[in-house]
């Protein structure tokens, strides 16, 4: 076994199947196979490479179970989301392990967990507290979108859901960065993520995917949208976080492999491009949908018409606290 602390951790046999084997192993189709493989993010492995070993053939017969089973037409349609579910997975995973990677050997050099990571490596990851901890996430962020899901009715992610969408982000950033080592930008990027989680998740939205310095999140409630961009941007200099801008729109989006998209997506990206920084701007359709906006403690201020990439003219307004 190699001398590796991860490699022990993880426990991977060494590789005795190659890219034929494993799939008659699993009992899968070469091409299915192949194509699960890449979806998951992973090269092709050419013909005589051992690479792969009994858990891959387990995994990819219990990921293809009972598809053989299925008419041409369906069989295809099934395959097609099988793939979104390995290439979401395999992106959000990739992802999670590079965070765990770094997270186990940071806090093993502050003696904290260590009896978790050594238990792991004694028993195997998925019979110790610590891979009971990893799945425990996992758990319970099935139980929130399980909640949601019964909630708003939604039984798939084919079904369009009616939601705020927001965008946040740093006002200039790339003039910051430029300037600055990675290390401080590093820094920088980890509390405006602190900020957005902590702001969203109480506004009872959810953070939908950060790109360095921007943020999107929905919410069901166009006045928690609001309140949670409005948050952000106040929380921005208790935090030491530079000004922030927002921009909101409402309507139908498509939810797909944990990303939404549609109108409300592009107008708000749209909007958040307009705004100067230290405000948040929703277009006319948000207005409308903030009707009372006084009793929500919320104030409007009409900014006129502006053309948006993609969008035209489009009339603005500044919402910001009542006074």
């Avoid at 530079?242 to 939810?255: C, D, E, S, V």
């Avoid at 906006?293 to 009339?315: H, I, Q, V």
């Amino acid at each position: 076994m190699s001398d590796d602390p991860i490699q022990k951790l993880v426990r991977f046999a060494p590789p005795t199947l190659d890219p034929t084997e494993v799939c008659e192993a699993a009992g899968v189709d070469r091409e299915v196979g192949d194509r699960l493989w890449r979806a998951l993010g992973f090269p092709d492995v050419e013909e005589g490479v051992r690479a792969y070993t009994d858990e891959d053939a387990r995994a990819l017969r219990l990921a293809a179970e009972g598809l053989d089973e299925l008419e041409p037409e369906e069989r295809e349609d099934v395959l097609r989301l099988m793939l979104q579910e390995a290439r979401v997975m395999g992106a959000h995973l990739a992802a999670l392990a590079e965070t765990e990677l770094d997270a186990i050997a940071a806090l093993s050099e502050r003696g904290v967990r260590n009896r978790l990571v050594e238990e792991a490596i004694e028993r195997g990851l998925a019979d110790s507290d610590l891979g009971w901890l990893i799945f425990y996430a996992l758990r319970r962020q099935l139980d929130a979108v399980a909640r949601r899901h019964s909630e708003t009715g939604a039984s798939d992610d084919t079904q369009q859901h009616e939601l705020a969408v927001g965008f946040v982000d740093l006002s200039n950033f790339t003039s910051f960065s430029d300037g600055s080592e990675l290390g401080d930008i590093a820094e920088l990027l980890d509390r405006f993520e602190s900020l957005v989680f902590d702001v969203i998740v109480e506004a009872e939205g959810r953070v939908v995917k950060l790109i360095g310095d921007e943020v999107m999140f929905v919410c069901p409630d166009p006045g928690d949208a609001v309140r949670a961009a409005l948050g952000i941007l106040e929380g921005a200099p208790t935090r030491d976080v530079p000004p922030a801008r927002g921009g909101i729109a409402h309507g139908r989006a498509l939810p797909q492999g944990g990303d939404y998209f549609g109108p409300p997506v592009n107008r708000a990206s749209r909007i958040t491009q307009a705004a100067a920084p230290d405000t948040v701007v929703v277009d006319d359709g948000m207005r409308q949908r903030l009707s009372g906006a006084d009793a929500l403690g919320l104030s409007l201020e009409p900014l006129g018409e502006r053309r948006l990439k993609g969008l035209g003219p489009t009339e603005l307004w500044r919402v910001g606290r009542s006074a």
